[in-house]
């Protein structure tokens, strides 16, 4: 195929000077459209043939079934643009009754990252301001193709139908549609928060990190969540189809002043996307420390929002594990909102629970501490030292706690430094009678309990390990907060997996092979546990419960993807190694070839990052139609999901790679490699 791709052209004022943009000004070539790569990047275990470029290496999967449906370095047949990395999170949902959107984010640094770490190409808004760094991708698929997918040996390219991006404005911390960027501290639409204090000052970059190919960037969005308009029934969750991401990392290293700097910013925004308006909100409510993944949970109320907030605080440590409580249909000030007269930015807000709320994190009383053998140091990591403890109890109860610090409005801005973040170890914060739990805040990806049970699972990602917690009757204790936040909430915890040796080994089926082993144990640090485990998935099917787990550890035997069995109780009862990817010792890299083709660019580690069900939008009725959008709504997805067996329930994920980073992904401004796949999987006794 040989099509011109178009020439994009943006132009901007980035603070009194004049850039010009081009993304891409070249005939396809060589160059792969979306869906054209069939190899893949996930493997089954070392290859037992010679690999060449572009081909898959060993398919072999016992467990499970994958093929690519993207893959990043390949271009819109139409517009000629780029999708970028590298991928992290993904969803799918319907762009109408004939069309499945998948959408997924690249987790991108700008100029902050490792090099090489080009800015992606700039993201647009329909107001002509730009954004680098991280981009949220829609591509769309022929629906009947899609459905099919698993069984044909075609690739994906003949089911697009096209691709875009999930928005087209943004709001900042101020409130205020972003603009192009501006020094004066009045002019509050012209920052983005990042690098805004809150006074409107903006900080400047120092010369090295200065962006040349936008206005500003979106740093780092990980793990993300789509949640249906009234997932748990009738006025019960959000009240809009919405996408939740955030930033993620700290970026004091760009600025004069380093972290003293970035601590006097607005911090990283969390961000909620109204989908149906193609606008992103900034929302100070939810925090501003940068998280991995924001994932609501069913507070069982139609006037609350639960969200569990899994990340990294801003480089602060130590901090508990904490959930968002929200109420809606209120101010930020807690006051009723008249939506007759309300903008469309509090209107939004207000009604999904998203202005008035409080972060609050888990906190122990002291004979639980004592229970667990944990001496009490507020300034300690205190839960990192549970999870390693072999010989220590594996349930307890705690209370999830507010501090005192409570988002006053978008009139009101506070600095990341002067939020909650550094008072989780402050003495005078401590609730009466507990202290607040507090431990690494590398945790990442939750998993809510798909039957709408107040139940989640939280990877405990510095140590390895998994914790599992219960609300109980959810709706009954916020019934008894009479019209307003919560003092506390009540939860059971259980660590379903201790973060020790010998915790965790997985089956292999026959496959699985690395240098000098197995994947049945995590070979680079040479234990059976669970190392660094960041994407999450609970899966519900009609055969029971099952928690898709990826690692991000450095594994340089190749990153594992593996799926957990779980009983009703929360523990895990087996283990099974669904695949393995990249590492400098894979087979694929030892041989310098790259899924893409032309695309590898040294050995180094990859990283599957999270899984989503797609069962439920494919799955056919009686009558061999699909299910219609109304059909959909509210409950029935996993109301469908959960009456079909394990082995016929598909999902999609995706794979990060930055060893496949050159060739077309560099040419285009997609910045790192990976993959969107989707997958069946079997795990069997």
């Known amino acids: 195929m ?24 070249s005939e396809h070539g060589s160059h792969k459209a979306i869906g054209e790569t069939s190899a893949l990047i996930p493997e089954a275990g070392l290859a037992t043939q010679p690999l060449k470029d572009g081909e898959s290496a060993n398919t072999n999967f016992p467990f499970a079934n994958f093929k690519a449906i993207a893959t990043v370095g390949e271009i819109d047949a139409v517009s000629g643009l780029a999708l970028t990395g590298y991928p992290d999170g993904q969803a799918a949902m319907l762009a109408d009754h004939d069309t499945v959107r998948v959408v997924y984010q690249s987790e991108s640094y700008a100029t902050m990252g490792r090099a090489p770490q080009p800015e992606t190409y700039p993201w647009q808004m329909k107001n002509g301001v730009s954004f680098t760094g991280s981009h949220i991708h829609t591509i769309d698929y022929d629906r009947a193709k899609f459905a099919d997918f698993m069984n044909t040996k075609n690739s994906a390219k003949d089911m697009v139908k096209g691709s875009g991006k999930l928005f087209d404005t943004v709001y900042n911390g101020f409130g205020e549609i972003v603009s192009a960027p501006s020094f004066d501290p009045a002019y509050l639409s012209g920052k983005w928060g990042n690098q805004t204090r809150p006074d409107g000052t903006l900080v400047q970059f120092k010369p090295d990190f200065q962006l040349s190919e936008a206005d500003y960037f979106f740093q780092s969005f990980c793990g993300a969540w789509y949640e249906q308009a009234n997932k748990y029934g009738n006025g019960i969750g959000f009240s809009d189809d919405v996408w939740l991401t955030a930033e993620e990392w ?53 006037d609350y929002v639960v969200i569990v907030a899994a990340g990294y605080n801003h480089g602060q440590e130590p901090a508990p594990n904490r959930i968002y409580v929200g109420m809606k249909d209120r101010h930020a000030d807690g006051s009723k909102i008249n939506y007759a007269t309300a903008n469309e930015r509090d209107a939004f807000l207000a009604r999904n629970g998203l202005l008035h709320g409080k972060i609050y994190g888990l906190a122990l009383a002291p004979e639980v501490f004592a229970d667990l053998g944990i001496e009490v140091k507020l300034d300690a990591k205190m839960v990192d030292d549970y999870m390693k403890d072999a010989a220590a109890p594996n349930d307890f109860d705690g209370r999830f706690y507010p501090t005192s610090y409570q988002w006053s409005g978008f009139d009101k801005p506070l600095a990341v430094q002067d939020t909650e973040m550094m008072l989780w170890e402050n003495e005078d914060e401590q609730p009466e009678g507990y202290v607040f739990f507090n431990g690494d805040t590398k945790t990442e990806h939750p998993a809510a309990d798909p039957s709408g049970a107040a139940r989640y699972f939280q990877n405990m990602t510095d140590e390895g390990g998994l914790l599992a917690f219960d609300l109980g009757n959810l709706a009954k204790a916020l019934n008894a907060a009479n019209g307003e936040l919560p003092a506390f909430l009540d939860v059971s915890v259980k660590r379903s997996v201790a973060a020790v040796d010998g915790a965790l080994t997985l089956k292999l089926g026959g496959e699985g092979k690395t240098k000098d082993g197995d994947a049945s144990i995590h070979m680079d640090k040479g234990v059976a546990k669970m190392v660094a485990p960041d994407g999450l998935y609970w ?147």
Not at 254 to 262: H, N, Q, R
Not at 267 to 288: E, F, H, K, M
Not at 590 to 607: I, M, R
Request: net charge negative; charged share 20%; hydrophobic share 35%.
């Open 539 to 685: 899966a519900k099917t009609s055969d029971g419960d099952y928690l898709i787990v990826d690692e991000d550890s450095g594994n340089n035997f190749g990153e594992r993807k593996y799926v957990l069995t779980i009983d009703n109780d929360m523990n895990v009862t087996d283990a099974h190694l669904l695949a393995i990817s990249g590492g400098k010792h894979s087979s694929r890299y030892e041989a310098g070839v790259s899924a893409l083709g032309g695309a590898f660019t040294k050995p180094g580690t990859t990283e599957f990052s999270g899984s989503w069900p797609v069962t439920a939008l494919i799955e056919k009725k009686a009558d061999g139609s699909f299910y219609s959008m109304e059909e959909l709504k509210g409950t029935a997805r996993q109301d469908i999901r959960s009456k079909i067996s394990t082995a016929d329930q598909t999902y999609i994920g995706v794979v990060q790679a930055r060893p496949e980073s050159s060739g077309s992904v560099e040419a285009h401004g997609g910045d790192a490699g990976g993959q969107i796949f989707m997958f069946t999987m079997n795990p069997k006794n």
């Open 250 to 302: 700290e970026i004091g290293s760009m600025f004069p002043a380093g972290k003293s700097d970035s601590s006097a910013t607005l911090g990283l925004a969390s961000v909620v996307v109204d989908i149906a308006n193609r606008t992103a909100y900034t929302v100070p409510a939810l925090g501003q420390t940068g998280y991995e993944k924001l994932m609501p949970i069913n507070s069982g109320h139609k």
């Open 2 to 25: 040989k099509q011109l791709i178009l020439t994009t052209l943006l132009s901007t004022t980035l603070l009194s000077s004049s850039l010009t943009f081009s993304v891409v000004a």
